[in-house]
């Protein structure tokens, strides 16, 4: 698995999913009465798949080894857009979107252990306390500069729901890096992203049929609802998962995976402009904190 050093474009794709992820847990947890999860999760990814299928015609034609390799694109579809979303769209039924992104935050431990289980990556001492730097970051945006309100903090079911969402997302990043795939079907990003989204679109209409056979789905249609659909189809979904997955090959999962510890930063500071709050000194202590933990970490990929 070659990895490059950490360039400022590279810096800059895996900065981009944060911030669109960040908006994807807001969008989602205003819009958890218009529609349910597993419902929201496939016709977003139904959207995705629209817009994508004339982008990456490739992965439609003969030799492309969509179909060839078809255990490898279904897996990556079930952790990357059945699983991962769905299970997030789950827990903001029931947790808010800083504790969403708070659970999430535990990424590069989970990346750290899946890599070392599972596809043999040795864990370095840097990465290790760039980890652990990086979410203390984190924890500075939640305690909001104030030790003592970590005291307060509690788990409900909707986090557990998030750390079974981070797992399958290791797995996912990791299974990325593996190169497997035709060539020319890796080198077109829309063609590739197809062959992952056709087969999680698949997998998503599976979860959304269970949840339409253990209660009545009614979705309540507006404009608003029409806009946030927009939105996590084409910014979270297309836009982040192109940028996610150059960055990984790039970089390698374990320091992207610093990366997504921005996203709580982002998810409190979008909360701060909704509600009217000028962001405070502890967002800038937490920004240098995570980012300290991902310079910590590139050192040992460079």
């Not at 698995?1 to 800059?12: E, F, I, N, V, Y």
């Not at 003592?148 to 079974?164: E, K, N, P, S, T």
Request: glycine fraction near 8%; include cysteine.
């Amino acid at each position: 698995m070659q990895r490059q050093p950490l360039t400022p474009s590279t810096a800059l794709l895996l900065t981009v999913p944060p911030i669109l992820w960040a908006g994807n847990a807001v969008v989602g947890r205003l819009v958890r009465d218009a529609v349910p999860p597993m419902t929201l999760n496939l016709i977003r990814w139904s959207i995705a798949l629209m817009i994508l299928v004339p982008l990456g015609r490739a992965a439609l034609r003969a030799g492309s080894g969509v179909l060839e390799n078809w255990k490898r694109y279904s897996l990556l579809g079930l952790l990357g857009v059945g699983l991962y979303n769905s299970l997030q769209y789950l827990a903001l039924q029931s947790s808010s979107p800083i504790n969403v992104t708070l659970v999430a935050s535990g990424v590069p431990v989970w990346m750290l252990l899946v890599g070392r289980l599972f596809f043999n990556v040795p864990v370095r001492r840097r990465q290790v306390v760039g980890a652990l730097l990086s979410i203390a970051g984190v924890l500075v945006v939640m305690c909001r500069g104030d030790l003592a309100q970590l005291a307060a903090l509690r788990l409900v079911a909707g986090d557990l729901y998030m750390i079974l969402a981070t797992i399958a997302w290791s797995f996912y990043s990791w299974l990325l890096m593996q190169q497997k795939d035709v060539p020319a079907l890796r080198a077109d990003w829309a063609a590739f992203l197809l062959a992952q989204v056709a087969y999680g679109v698949l997998w998503s209409g599976v979860l959304a049929g269970g949840e339409w056979a253990l209660k009545d789905v009614a979705i309540a249609w507006s404009w608003p609802l029409v806009a946030a659909l927009l939105y996590v189809a084409i910014g979270p979904a297309i836009l982040a998962m192109r940028c996610w997955g150059a960055g990984v090959q790039r970089a390698g999962p374990t320091l992207g995976s610093f990366f997504i510890n921005l996203t709580p930063l982002f998810t409190a500071l979008l909360s701060s402009t909704f509600l009217g709050e000028a962001p405070h000194l502890y967002h800038a202590l937490a920004f240098a904190m995570i980012v300290g933990g991902i310079a910590v970490s590139a050192r040992t990929s460079s």
